[in-house]
T-cell receptor, first 111, second 115 residues
Framework: QKEVEQDPGPLSVPEGAIVSLNCTYS??????FMWYRQYSRKGPELLMY????GNKEDGRFTAQVDKSSKYISLFIRDSQPSDSATYLC???????????FGTGTRLKVLA | DADVTQTPRNRITKTGKRIMLECSQT?????MYWYRQDPGLGLRLIYY???????NKGEISDGYSVSRQAQAKFSLSLESAIPNQTALYFC??????????????FGSGTRLTVV
């Protein structure tokens, strides 16, 4: 079993939809959680960072961590075609290095 | 200019050849990393360096070597390339001293094909 599991998709949604992207993990020591967005032929870029449990909101994006269920989510409201990308979750116990990445979920937002 | 620059962007090489991928950064970060990305496997850490004199193996270092020539430069070498090293390679940097910036800054990647 992988330490971090992420559905590869692709996930296709109409413009304006609410998107839910998820990762599950097995290591209960993970405390630092990140979401990255990766456009085709580009490197991943950091979208959201959360520590421990709870929610964090930034514009149309909300990151949610449920440590009791070992489950993290990224919600995108009012999705736009420009949100079409691969979304990677990443997590760590130390918070400073050696992040474990999910395999990524490919999202397509249709105009 | 990009914060993290990788060269070349694309490379095709033959089995058995030695190849070097280069990375330079203007972020001023001490920590630098090399990852490879494969479909279905995600990003896997090859090597990481906390400063010029501190270099560490990641989870998949066999067949690779690195050199940290300066704080801003970190190169990855494949001593004798083999086809299963065909992948997308990313260099990344991080600054753990900033509480709001625990993330990595990635380069745009090098697509390497070994034939």
């Amino acid at each position: 079993q992988k330490e971090v599991e992420q559905d590869p998709g692709p996930l296709s949604v109409p413009e304006g939809a609410i998107v839910s992207l998820n990762c599950t993990y097995s290591n209960s020591a993970f405390q630092y959680f990140m979401w990255y967005r990766q456009y085709s032929r580009k490197g991943p870029e950091l979208l959201m960072y959360t520590y421990s449990s709870g929610n964090k909101e930034d514009g149309r994006f909300t990151a949610q961590v449920d440590k009791s269920s070992k489950y993290i989510s990224l919600f995108i409201r009012d999705s736009q075609p420009s949100d079409s990308a691969t979304y990677l979750c990443a997590m760590s116990d130390t918070g400073t290095y050696k992040y474990i990445f999910g395999t990524g979920t490919r999202l397509k937002v249709l105009a | 200019d990009a914060d993290v620059t990788q060269t070349p962007r694309n490379r095709i090489t033959k089995t058995g050849k030695r190849i070097m991928l280069e990375c330079s950064q203007t972020k001023g970060h001490d920590r630098m990393y090399w990852y490879r990305q494969d479909p279905g496997l995600g990003l896997r850490l090859i090597y990481y360096s906390f400063d010029v004199k501190d270099i560490n193996k990641g989870e998949i270092s066999d067949g690779y070597s690195v050199s940290r020539q300066a704080q801003a430069k970190f190169s990855l070498s494949l001593e004798s390339a083999i086809p299963n090293q065909t992948a997308l390679y990313f260099c990344a940097t991080s600054d753990p001293n900033r509480a709001s910036n625990y993330g990595y800054t990635f380069g745009s990647g090098t697509r390497l094909t070994v034939v």
